[in-house]
């Protein structure tokens, strides 16, 4: 975990290597499989002291336009539905 929120990808890198050597040596088989599976994956997980991205406002958009498609049951005309989303987010029009 300490991996994902390093302040830096030096420091996301050191943090991997101490904690990969102490699961290779631990001789603990799925420590070892686990360790060598995100090795795969290490590039990634460490871009993410450079974008911290995640998910939720997303998750919060999709959840909000699932409430109008609740509400909306019934409308014949999707254009009025695509309207009732773009209220319900207002912001920069493009």
Known sequence: ?????????????RRWKDWYRLA?????APAIAFAKRLRKYLRGILASAIFPLNTSVLEGVNNRIKVIKRMAYGFRDSAYFF????????????
């Open 83 to 94: 309207l009732k989303i773009k209220a319900a987010f207002p912001g920069k029009a493009r």
């Open 24 to 28: 290779i040596d631990s001789g603990i």
């Open 1 to 13: 975990k300490e991996v994902w929120f390093a302040p830096s990808v030096r420091e996301g890198a």
